[in-house]
Nanobody, 116 residues
């Protein structure tokens, strides 16, 4: 089992920045990649960013150039730096981790609201 605890998020103005943090505990060995999905009301969940155990980063098209994902040395935590936020970024953001390529674990979700 892997437990994921998220922090960060909240309210930001358009053009502002927020940072999300996710820490993994439990059976964290064999985690292949970690990252973030988001889900806005009435929309499907979409990939925001992910980073593999080898350090390869992938981003959703809508956040490329504005968001950056990073991990710590132990590769059991990820940070999502969100810059130049737009109202369309408003959503619940979920941290996830994939272990052994087969099992996905999810955090509880954290709300991000971008509004003036």
């Amino acid at each position: 089992q892997v437990q994921l605890v998220e922090s960060g998020g909240g309210l930001a103005q358009p053009g502002g920045s927020l940072r999300l943090f996710c820490a993994a505990s439990g059976s964290i060995f064999d985690i292949n990649h970690m990252g973030w999905y988001r889900q806005a009301p009435g929309k499907e969940r979409e990939l925001v960013a992910r980073i593999t155990s080898g350090g390869i980063e992938n981003y959703g098209d809508s956040v490329k150039g504005r968001f950056a994902i990073s991990t710590n040395g132990a590769k059991n935590a990820v940070t999502l730096q969100m810059n130049n936020l737009e109202p369309e970024d408003t959503a619940v953001y979920y941290c996830y981790a994939v272990r052994k390529g087969t099992t996905t674990y999810w955090g509880q979700g954290t709300q991000v609201t971008v509004s003036s």
